[in-house]
């Protein structure tokens, strides 16, 4: 039988094999997959960038710590400039083991007898208890018993003291039952040595 030249011819493309388009198909999964040494290479990266930010982070501190040093000896510097200088003899009261190591304060004595004591970072006490300043004689079993005060929402308080400070080797503030006691029978924050005082 004669062709039809108006049929269709089969087509003579030839199509790709089944073997073919599976491992096409497999070497597109294997450029999309996740390549481990991509993955260390990224996790490295970030643990490199963690490790500068500490390193400045680290001598910030630093700086810091070396600024505050600096303006407590500015602050050392003054107050010895002020007890040589002026009519009042000026004692940092510091803090003890039971205090908050920020808390401090001065006790400001003058030669015409008065004198003043400014306390900072006290913590806030519960109800029915009180601040009380101490004198520290020679006899440490008896203290004299100084003023009672308060301190505000910043931990910070103050009240006139007397500056007739002879015979007397130290300073405290303690906490006291409300109404201040006798002796000391709350813990002490803060202490001073003021055997030199020229009260």
Known sequence: ???????PRPSTARQPSTRKRATERSG??????????????????IAAVALIGMLIWNVNLRNDVSDLRGELETIR????????NANATVYQLLPTEDAPQNAHAQAW????????????????LEEGTTYQFWYVTDSPNAP????????????????????????VKSIAVSIEPEGGSSAPTGTVLLSSDVSDARG
């Open 1 to 7: 039988m004669a062709n039809d030249p108006d049929s």
């Open 28 to 45: 597109v999964a294997r450029r999309t997959s996740t390549d481990p040494r991509a993955l260390l290479g990224a996790i490295g990266a």
């Open 77 to 84: 510097g003054e107050n010895a400039s002020l007890r040589e």
């Open 109 to 124: 004595f003058s030669i015409q007898g008065s004198g003043v004591l400014s306390v900072a970072n006290m913590p806030q």
């Open 144 to 167: 004299i018993p100084g003023g009672t005060f308060s301190v505000d929402s910043n931990g910070q308080g103050f009240m006139l003291i007397p500056a007739d400070v002879d015979g």
